[in-house]
């Protein structure tokens, strides 16, 4: 029987297959994806649903936007980390670092300015996120506008962002770690609500029609004010849409602006 088959290597056959199916079948870490610094979230390159159909007139027309890869802060910049760079760098103490109002380490810093913004950003390595950026990474690419889907999709009750009033436990501003039921597709918490967050971009109210397809970064500037989202504590359900639009001066400072940052993505 040279070179004939043996049927006693038949279960042989049979384990290694098993074997091979089952290695395949494991599960594995998506290729090439990088493993974000501590805080942040990668968010792949790739389009997405920018701005609103049936939105406000600076939200329309809803168009797809390019964005290459980066990582964003999970969270809103926090009191600890702002007063972290404060301490090393000799930068001017936030406003309000004096209210037992805002001034928990957990909560979200605010009263900086946009140039404050950017120097923390600066400090560790990054910047802040253009107005496409921020808003992918706080929908994803199913044109949701609330970061967790339908408006109501949670319930009646606001346990999934911090808005007006105190439904939500929060008279002020909430811990930047609260509201998990809230995050975003890609895990992002408070995108909406709790403070509005300074953006890169100059605000240019016609921008999203004629904006490019790839990486936006706002008008050529220096314009007159800069990009603001998500909406904040002051603000109803309406006011946190993720594709809502505000601005600002880029010197103004008060309690309900605050910010997170984007680092480069290998
Ligand atoms: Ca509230
Ligand atoms: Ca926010």
């Known amino acids: 029987m040279a070179g004939g088959f043996k049927l006693s290597s038949l279960p042989a056959f049979f384990f ?76 001017a103490k936030p406003e309000y670092q004096d209210n037992p109002d805002f001034n928990g380490p957990d909560q979200p810093v605010v009263g900086v300015s946009w140039h404050d913004a950017m120097a923390y950003a600066a400090y560790k390595g990054g910047r802040l996120p253009t107005e496409a950026e921020w808003e992918k990474a706080a929908r994803g690419n199913d044109g949701r506008l609330w970061p967790w889907g339908e408006k109501w999709a949670k319930g009646f009750f606001f346990y999934f962002a911090n808005v007006f009033g105190t439904d939500d436990n929060f008279a002020r501003t909430a811990p930047v770690t609260y509201y998990e039921s809230g995050a975003s597709p890609f895990g992002l918490l408070n995108v909406a609500g709790n403070v509005w967050e300074w953006c890169l971009d100059w605000y240019d109210e016609g921008y999203y029609r004629t904006s490019p397809e790839f990486d936006p970064q706002g008008p050529e500037g220096p314009g007159q004010s800069k990009v603001l989202r998500g909406g904040s504590w002051v603000n109803d359900l309406d006011g946190v849409q993720v594709v809502r639009r505000a601005h600002n001066d880029p010197q103004v400072k008060n309690d309900i602006y605050g910010f997170r940052i984007v680092l480069p993505a290998p």
Not at 35 to 64: K, L, N, T, W
């Open 16 to 91: 290694h297959c098993l074997i091979v199916t089952f290695l395949l079948l494991l599960p594995r870490p998506a290729m090439g994806e990088p493993v974000p610094p501590e805080g942040m979230v990668y968010i792949p390159e790739g389009y997405f649903q920018m701005g609103a159909s049936q939105g406000r007139e600076d939200e329309r027309p809803m168009h797809f936007v390019h964005t290459s890869a980066f990582f964003i802060g999970k969270h809103e910049v926090s009191n600890a980390e702002y007063m972290e760079f404060v301490q090393a760098t000799g930068h």
